[in-house]
């Protein structure tokens, strides 16, 4: 029974992450069914929540497959009314603390959740097909949407922003649970790497950054810079809009890259700009405030073959001289590693834990089939990869540590238990905060939904 609760609560958090990730509600029940059920099915304070917003992210969860196993249709809608209840107290919350957000907030939120949701699904051109709309007509659609979950976001981080566990606590939430509901952890691996960075030769450099020039004197003699970003910028991301990036604000962009878009004036082209992802010259679309909007052309130098084979001859040579016991691995990596992770001895970390243990799920499946094969202490053999920010480069993978299937213990797993408790002591404070602001808030839920069985009393209904 614990378990199920655990499961239960990490549920409500998926819901409430997808229903908060991005309010795409109308959007998606509209091209599923045709159809948007129109009626108020709850007030909270001055703000209503509909049943097609229900509908919506219901079926939004549905097309993501990731509904537990034999769910109750019923059950999950009821969630989601709990999780759109909490969004609306914590919206009125917003009104009366006068919660305000700026445009370039929102337009800067708005752009890197679109982001998100391009690389989810892949490029901007499958996402305006699936949405059947241009990425600009879905921003101005979401645009207030968008300004709502924020002054929502601002009011929730508030609740939990003091909430921290103690060993004792996650302790005492251990023991809590039965033998028998403990739950099972499936093999999990620790790898570390030593990678060798090609370099690019000088000669490929100016290349590249020539055809920048040609690309900047065009523009300046009246040719289209978004025409252009369409036809040979290299960023996925950005050159279906012509090279558009959206509003974004100080720190979020490489340090180069922001120093000149914020010194252009309107409608100027910048000098080549060398990043970490590249290559790029910039043109400024407009500035408001401490936000800038610009497009680039983003142009990529390559590693020649020749260089990446010397790499390839290079990790041969380490990994022949770590097995020989003149290096080990770690001092391997510290000497040779052209990687940051050399500062944490080339352990690879895992972007969904933040930890150094990987799933066989949460792994790429290259390097599943690679670490797959090693035993416990054993080195690949040198394999062929893309660095985060697009460069070629081989590594030697290290397999450190592989863990058995087995149920939780404190010992191998207190990083999952502390995060089951602090989760648990979270929904807690939640749930006190819940009931003490509805107990002066008016709240009224339809009486097609008196059925429902929720977590969290609400004192109105």
Known sequence: MFYKCIMQI???????????????????????????IDQVIAIVGGNIVLESEVEAQYMQYKMQGELPPNSNSSEIKCSLLETMLYQKLLL????????????????????????????????????EEFY?????????????????????????QTITANVNITPSEIKSFFRKIPNDSLPFINSEVEMAQVVKL????????????????????????????????????????????????????????????????????????????????????????????????????????????????KAK???????????????????????????????????????MTGTSLFDSDQMDPKVFFVVDKLEVGEISAPVQFQTQDGKDAYRILYLKSRTDPHKANLKQDWDKIQEWALEDKKQEAIGDWIADKSENTYIKINEKFDGCVFLNSWASR
């Open 10 to 36: 990490k549920f409500k958090i998926k819901i409430l992450q997808i229903a908060t990730l991005f309010l795409m509600s109308n959007v998606v029940i509209g091209q599923e069914t045709g159809k948007i």
């Open 92 to 127: 009125n919350q917003a009104e009366l603390d006068s919660v305000e957000v700026s445009d370039g907030q929102v337009e800067a939120e708005m752009d890197r959740r679109l982001r998100h949701y391009i690389s989810m699904i892949g490029s901007p051109e499958k996402f």
């Open 132 to 156: 059947q709309k241009t990425i600009l007509e879905f921003k101005e659609e979401l645009r207030e949407q968008v300004r709502e979950l924020i002054r929502v976001e601002t009011v929730q």
């Open 198 to 309: 090609p370099p690019i030769n000088y000669e490929e450099i100016e290349k590249v950054k020539n055809k920048l020039r040609e690309f900047r004197l065009r523009v300046i003699n009246g040719e289209s810079f978004a025409t252009l970003a369409i036809l040979y910028s290299e960023d996925p991301g950005s050159a279906k809009n012509g090279g558009e990036l959206g509003l974004f604000g100080r720190g979020e962009m490489f340090p180069a890259f922001e120093a000149s878009a914020f010194t252009l004036k309107k409608g100027e082209v910048s000098e080549i700009v060398e990043t970490e992802a590249g290559l790029h010259i910039l043109q400024l679309i407009d500035r408001r405030g401490e936000y800038v909007n610009v497009r680039h052309i983003l142009l990529r130098p390559k590693v020649s073959p020749l260089d990446l084979a």
């Open 313 to 351: 001859i290079e990790l041969d040579s380490i990994a022949d001289r770590i097995e020989r016991g003149d290096y080990t691995f770690e001092e391997s990596v510290v000497e040779f590693s052209d990687d940051p992770s050399k500062n944490n001895g080339g352990l690879l970390i895992n972007p």
